[in-house]
């Protein structure tokens, strides 16, 4: 699966760097850039950025002229980041077509986890009804068949799978499982992932062996 580029804009070179080893280990690619105009310029040497985070305060183009300048051109994700909890500073960044505003300090996984959720809002509509090895998903009826027989899953072991699917044949961490199927705001731990898998295969027969463990990562869909 083709990574999704993710344009990381601030002054500070350790905000950088700390926000792009966190998104790199979710599988992005990452292009920084140190100022607004940097920022501007490498947006359009690039066509396929699928999102920004963007700082408010840099010097030379601040992150609401960034965004101005951008939002001429492009309805790209914008996550903005800022030092102020104003609440006129949080309006000002939506009518200016941000999509995601966090104030600093933050978490990083939690910023990991709003560009997970801002890019599944985002994305082009996705085909409703998903095949692989055998197990048919139908999206929008919420049903899981297998040779045409339905599959009874509970709410997330139908989200597990559907991830799963779209993921095919990518090895997916138990974090980045935790982040995606439960969401940022899920206290629990990985094991959680375990239990659930283990109950998903049993449901899916003999084409519960599709989905195969990663030692080490933790697992993956493959066709059988």
Known sequence: MEKSKILVVDDESRMRKLVSDFLT????????????EQAVDIFFENKDIALIILDVMMPKMDGWETCRQIRQYSKVPIIMLTAKSDERDELLGFNLGVDEYISKPFSPKVLVA?????LRRTKPEEAQIMEVAGIKLDKSARLVTIDGSPVDLSFKEFELLEYFMSNRGVALSREQILNNVWNYDYFGDARTIDTHVKKLRAKLGSKGDAIKTVWGIGYKLEEI
């Open 25 to 36: 280990h979710e599988s992005y690619e990452v292009i920084e850039a140190g100022d607004g």
């Open 114 to 118: 709003r560009v997970n959720a801002v």
